[in-house]
């Protein structure tokens, strides 16, 4: 508890120190996302938080429905492409670039974070599933319909993602939420990707 206290109350250089400490533990270095193991961690957090709300609401009638939370899963279009006929170095502007764009249409309480090599996951509190779809849309458009200019290469380099979006509801384990928006984002691509895939998905209460 006492080092909890100590960067909390850390200031000037020492602070510096425990900032790059925390970053190195939650962030991707390259794209400076959240990394993998951030993200899970956070969203069982607030998959537990959720169904803890939702048990409190059937117990105490008068209580409301807890707020909705909805999870999309992106992937970049033929991303291997671009590392072997541009060198990994012109990939690797391209994920950041991805990653720029993505995070210019969020709020400040959305989570995105980099889950595989060009394959990420945003998770959006307080989300319903139309809301997902537009928010999903939106990112696929900024990233398609803008080239990409990169120090590395003259010409403009086209990018494209595929989306699958997923809503949550209540007895849905995290891995299961997450399949739902991978399937999703598979169909998509299957279809001729950039593309935003979903649908609600709902699972009924079993009675005890």
């Known amino acids: 508890m006492g080092y909890l206290f100590e960067f909390c109350l850390a200031n000037g250089a020492k602070a510096d120190f425990y900032e790059e400490i925390y970053q190195s533990l939650t962030e991707d270095i390259l794209t400076k996302a959240y990394n993998r193991n951030f993200f899970f961690n956070l969203l069982q957090w607030e998959l537990k938080r959720f169904q803890k709300r939702e048990e409190n609401r059937r117990t105490h009638r008068d209580q409301q429905q807890p707020p909705p939370m909805s999870l999309l899963m992106f ?6 492409n671009f590392n072997s006929q541009y060198g990994q170095l012109v990939g690797d502007e391209v994920l950041k670039g991805v990653v720029k ?11 995105l974070a980099r889950v595989g090599g060009e394959e990420f996951l945003v998770y959006l509190p307080d989300t319903n599933y139309s809301q997902a779809i537009e928010f999903a849309e939106k990112i696929r458009k900024k990233i398609a319909e803008e080239p990409f200019f990169i120090d590395l290469k003259k010409e403009a380099l086209s990018v494209t993602i595929s989306l699958g979006v997923a809503s949550y509801s209540n007895e849905m384990d995290m891995n299961r939420f997450i399949e739902v928006a991978n399937q999703f984002m598979i169909q998509a691509k299957i279809q001729g990707r950039n593309r935003v895939l979903g649908r609600e998905f709902f699972i009924q209460r079993r009675e005890d």
């Open 75 to 80: 992937d970049i279009d033929h991303f291997k």
């Open 101 to 111: 764009r993505a995070k210019e249409g969020m709020r400040s309480t959305d989570i």
